[in-house]
């Protein structure tokens, strides 16, 4: 058994690896708009219902 591993990893299929890329994109680009939005009052800087 030397040079032979028991375990073989198949390749990912391509639609797995893009929909997994978009899902990632989409997930931080959602996360960016809302700490551009709401970040000063989850960090202390402005109080949500100061207008």
């Not at 990912?12 to 899902?23: D, E, F, K, N, S």
């Amino acid at each position: 058994m030397a040079g032979k591993h028991p375990i073989h990893i198949h390749p990912v299929r391509p639609l797995y690896r893009i929909a997994a890329t978009g899902l990632g994109a989409s997930m931080w680009l959602f996360l960016m708009i809302r700490a551009k939005k709401d970040g000063p009052a989850l960090l202390g800087w402005k109080h949500p219902w100061d207008h």
